[in-house]
């Protein structure tokens, strides 16, 4: 069981909340679907203001050629660290390294590969 402390005023406020980890799928379309859209194509509501198209998650083809190890990379380091776009975050500080492998499978999951 996780706690939350808030602290207000005076007053000290302790809330027990529940520790249960996001599914990769609700981490996808928390993290994931402004860029690359609600079905993993790349057309997310994003894409009009971006110089660089985000990856289509759905093009095995192209998944195929994308190592486990580069896709959690490129997901706890950001586009910067494969070489490939700034406009792709780092969400180490948001995600657990178990969370970024479950989003790698879910990347399997969405390319079919």
């Known amino acids: 069981m996780k706690y939350l402390i808030l602290i207000c005023s005076s007053f000290l406020l302790f809330f027990a909340v529940d520790a249960r980890a996001e599914t990769a799928k609700d981490n996808y379309q928390t993290y994931c679907v402004q860029c690359h859209g ?3 194509n790349g057309k997310g509501i994003n894409v009009a203001d971006m110089s660089t198209q985000p990856r ?3 093009d095995a083809k192209e998944m195929s050629a994308r ?3 580069e ?3 490129v ?3 950001g586009g910067q660290s494969i070489n490939k776009s700034v406009l792709m975050p780092p969400w180490s500080s948001i995600l657990t ?3 970024i492998d479950n989003l790698v499978k879910h990347l399997h ?3 079919q590969c």
């Open 38 to 40: 609600l079905e993993g």
């Open 75 to 77: 997901i706890r380091d």
């Open 109 to 111: 999951q969405l390319c």
């Open 67 to 69: 190592t486990d190890q």
């Open 71 to 73: 896709l959690f990379k």
């Open 56 to 58: 289509d998650h759905t």
């Open 97 to 99: 390294d178990e969370e």
